[in-house]
Every structure is written in structure tokens, then in C-alpha cells.
């Protein structure tokens, strides 16, 4: 069945946490998975910025990508794809780096300004429309260029660097991407591994982590405001995703010891699904 990846830049910084991943990678494909990767790298980024001295600017979370912003961007996401196939090889798997306009996998265009609240310190909220600078948004995906590296026996790491038709490269949030293309694929399933062990009713409460949750549960549990700011936009986000014909979603922690493996036998993580669980 096809996989979909997504590795956070927070589980990617120290190599022995990254080859223990390639490793579990490089085990499911083996048994016959079509797997595509899909990788982060905000806090990477973040980390240069800051030693470089470029200020970032975030509004409700979401990054501003000045020319200066994207330029490191562009040198952290291909570094850190570089290092990510790199493991993967070296664990027997025969990965490919490709950036997300390589092939024509996608198209983008360049997100107009927005309308976002912001709140003052005197605790007067205003709407203001911004300009997120050179951020990307998906308008097509073409997957025929997985297919046939898929068909050459290659395995494809994506990075989340898109360009628009006049050739510039743009800054892509990396979970919009994978879940595009888990979408364009009809993927059986989207595994979103980062820092998060799952989905919990209670964050202080390890125990009450949900092993496995229908689409109609999550709904009800976002309608009784039983998860916290954090946690709700990554569940309504998995919701849109199964919705638009994923097979599950999965979030589990990379940081966990054979997370990955774990996850699929149902050991690790959260799982959501269509349909009822018991």
C-alpha cells in the first residue's frame, strides 16, 4: 500500500534519532510498502535565523519568508534532505532527494495576503490583512513522477520547496504538502511523525493518549472542546484529509524507540479512521 511520511525537522536534528528512522523506513519498505517521504525543517531554520541574526517573523504560528528567510531556507531543507537520503541508503533503501517542483510534481503560486487577527496589548483584537512574503500554495499536483520512480525501484524524498510558473522558488508548509500529496495518491495511509506521541483527552494525563479514533468520534470531541489550541487544527486537518479519500491518518512520536514500526501494528500513536472504532 502507499505510505506517506511526514517527518518533522524536530525528529530529524540528531543522526542517531534520523538513522534509527531511515532504518524503520527502510524495514516497511521492505515489505512492499510504496512509500513516498515528506520532511520539515522550520526549527532547523529557525536555529540559523537566529545565529545569523535575520529576524523571523511569525503571525498565529505561520512564517513570514522574506528573500533573506527563503535564501536559508533553501540551503537548511536541502541540507536536511540531503542528510535524510543519505541515511536511507545507508540503510539499504534507494532513496531520491527531490525538491516539490521537481518533475513538475507540483505547481504553486504565491499565497496572496491574507486576513488574520491580531491582538494588542491593551487586548483589542484587529483583522489585518498580511503578506507572508514568499510562501507557496499548491494549485496541481502531477504524481506520475513518483510513479516512475517508484517503477525504478527509487524511493522519493520531498522536500518542501515549491516554485511558481515564473520559476521562484517559494517556502511550503510542509504538512500541506503532505497531505496534497496524500491526496493526489489516494494514500492508504498518512503518518505525520514529529515530537507528539499522539492524540490525548487530557495532555497531562499520558493514559488518556487514544490509540484509535473514528472521524465521528473526533468530531465529537472537537464539538465538546475536549482538545487543546494545539492539538484541534492537526485533528480537523486529518479529518479534511480523510474526507477527501485517505485511508487513516496516523500521528505518533519519532522520538519514541521504533515509533514507525510500532505504529503500523498498532502500537504507537494515535490512529484516526473513517470509520467506528469500538
Same mark, same amino acid.
Given at each position: ?8 525537522g524536530?525528529?530529524l ?39 545569523l ?11 513570514v519568508?522574506d ?12 541540507? /536536511?534532505?540531503?542528510?535524510?537520503? #543519505?541515511? *536511507?541508503?545507508? !540503510? @539499504? &533503501? ?34 489585518q490583512?498580511?503578506?507572508?512574503g514568499?510562501v507557496?500554495?499548491?494549485?496541481? /499536483?502531477d504524481?506520475?513522477?513518483? #510513479?516512475? *520512480?517508484?517503477? !525504478? @525501484? &527509487? ?8 516554485a ?7 517556502n511550503?508548509?510542509?504538512d ?5 500529496l ?9 503518518i505525520?511523525?514529529?515530537?507528539v ?5 487530557d495532555m497531562?494525563?499520558?493514559?488518556s493518549? *487514544? ?12 464539538s ?16 479534511q ?9 496516523q500521528i ?18 494515535? *490512529?484516526l479512521?473513517?470509520g467506528?472504532?469500538a
Amino acid at each position: 500500500m502507499i505510505l506517506i511520511i511526514k517527518l518533522s525537522g524536530k525528529v530529524l536534528e540528531e543522526r542517531q534519532l534520523r538513522l534509527s528512522l531511515c532504518g524503520q523506513i527502510a524495514e516497511l519498505a521492505q515489505e512492499g510498502h510504496r512509500l513516498l517521504i515528506v520532511h520539515g525543517g522550520g526549527k532547523q531554520l529557525t536555529v540559523l535565523s537566529e545565529r545569523l541574526g535575520i529576524p523571523i517573523v511569525q503571525h498565529q504560528g505561520r512564517r513570514v519568508t522574506d528573500e533573506a528567510t527563503l535564501e536559508l531556507a533553501t540551503m537548511v531543507f536541502s541540507a /536536511i534532505n540531503c542528510n535524510l537520503v #543519505s541515511g *536511507l541508503i545507508a !540503510s @539499504g &533503501l534507494p532513496a531520491i532527494g527531490i525538491s516539490a517542483f521537481d518533475g513538475k510534481l507540483t505547481s504553486c503560486r504565491r499565497r496572496p495576503p491574507i486576513p488574520v487577527t491580531t491582538t494588542e496589548s491593551t487586548g483589542h483584537q484587529s483583522v489585518q490583512s498580511i503578506d507572508f512574503g514568499l510562501v507557496g500554495e499548491i494549485k496541481q /499536483i502531477d504524481v506520475s513522477v513518483l #510513479s516512475r *520512480l517508484w517503477e !525504478s @525501484g &527509487l524511493f522519493p524524498v520531498v522536500s518542501c520547496l515549491g516554485a511558481d510558473d515564473s520559476g521562484q522558488i517559494l517556502n511550503i508548509n510542509a504538512d500541506t504538502l503532505a497531505a496534497e500529496l496524500a491526496v493526489a495518491l489516494q494514500a492508504a495511509r498518512l503518518i505525520s511523525v514529529s515530537d507528539v506521541e499522539g492524540i490525548y483527552l487530557d495532555m497531562d494525563d499520558p493514559s488518556s493518549r *487514544l490509540a484509535e479514533l473514528s472521524a465521528a468520534q473526533a468530531r465529537k470531541y472537537l464539538s465538546e472542546g475536549c482538545f487543546t489550541d494545539g492539538m484541534a487544527p492537526k485533528i480537523e486537518a486529518a479529518l479534511q484529509v480523510l474526507e477527501r479519500g485517505v485511508g487513516s491518518v496516523q500521528i505518533l512520536s519519532g522520538l519514541r524507540e521504533n515509533a514507525l514500526l510500532q505504529g503500523l501494528m498498532g502500537k504507537a500513536g494515535t *490512529l484516526l479512521t473513517k470509520g467506528v472504532t469500538a
